[in-house]
């Protein structure tokens, strides 16, 4: 079981919006601005997309965006293309046990 | 622009110790970096697995700690992993990653290392 808790999948149409939420607890999410998030296509190594809630790396589309609200953060794609289908993963900085990283379970995106 | 590149053998035995090597380019393993490995079983979710600096400092994943060590080699820019009394639970892609405080932002193309004996 996953640190950090991702719908399983979630898909949407060309052109539209969605939004993939990533559920901690206030040791992880919730207590620390260093929230990240990563693309992987299969076969593939993740790729940065967010770092740090809400900052994108250069050469990130600023279709992507991050916030954060309590305990929960949350990844938007705005104009959903082909490409962005893959799985994608939330991270977070811990203090629950001693200092590490945690990673969600992965969410499935789909454009249908 | 650094690139990361995982090596070692692809077969590891049961009770073995597996071993992996992330040589460093286009940069310098002293910078102000801590340096990761994270790994990633068939068709299952992204696990860290610990990190370290290039002055020795070192963190782990509590669920491995016990089985887990990461060293950096200066002189040949390059970090690795040992991880000892390896069961098929281990077999899994490696990567490492260089970090950005607490971002992944640079990877390595991954390693496949199962467990069999």
């Known amino acids: 079981q996953s640190a950090l808790t991702q719908p399983a999948s979630v898909s949407g149409s060309p052109g539209q919006s969605i939004t993939i939420s990533c559920t901690g607890t206030?040791?992880?999410?919730?207590?620390?601005?260093?929230v990240s998030w990563y693309q992987q296509h299969p076969g593939k190594a993740p790729k940065l997309m967010i770092y740090?809630?809400?900052n994108r790396p250069s050469g990130v589309s600023n279709r992507f965006s991050g916030s954060k609200s309590g305990n929960t953060a949350s990844l938007t794609i705005s104009g959903l293309q082909a490409e962005d289908e893959a799985d994608y993963y939330c991270?977070?900085?811990?203090?629950?046990?001693?200092?590490?990283?945690?990673f969600g379970g992965g969410t499935k995106l789909t454009v249908l | 622009q650094v690139q990361l590149q995982e090596s070692g053998p692809g077969l590891v035995k049961p009770s073995g110790t597996l071993s992996l090597t992330c040589a460093v380019s286009?940069?310098?393993?002293?910078?102000?970096?801590?340096w990761s490995w994270v790994r990633q079983p068939p068709g299952k979710g992204l696990e860290w697995i610990g990190e370290?600096?290039?002055?020795?400092?070192?963190n782990y994943n509590p669920s491995l700690k016990s089985r887990v060590t990461i060293s950096v080699d200066k002189s040949k820019n390059q970090f690795s992993l040992k991880l000892s009394s390896v069961t098929a639970a281990d077999t899994a892609v490696y990567y490492c990653?260089?970090?950005?405080?607490?971002?992944?932002?640079?990877w390595g193309q991954g390693t496949m290392v199962t467990v069999s004996s």
């Open positions: 370290i600096y290039h002055s020795g400092s070192t």
């Open positions: 740090d809630v809400s």
């Open positions: 990653a260089k970090q950005l405080v607490y971002a992944f932002d640079i």
């Open positions: 206030s040791s992880d999410v919730g207590g620390y601005n260093y």
């Open positions: 286009g940069g310098s393993i002293s910078s102000s970096n801590w």
């Open positions: 991270s977070s900085y811990t203090s629950s046990s001693t200092l590490y990283v945690v």
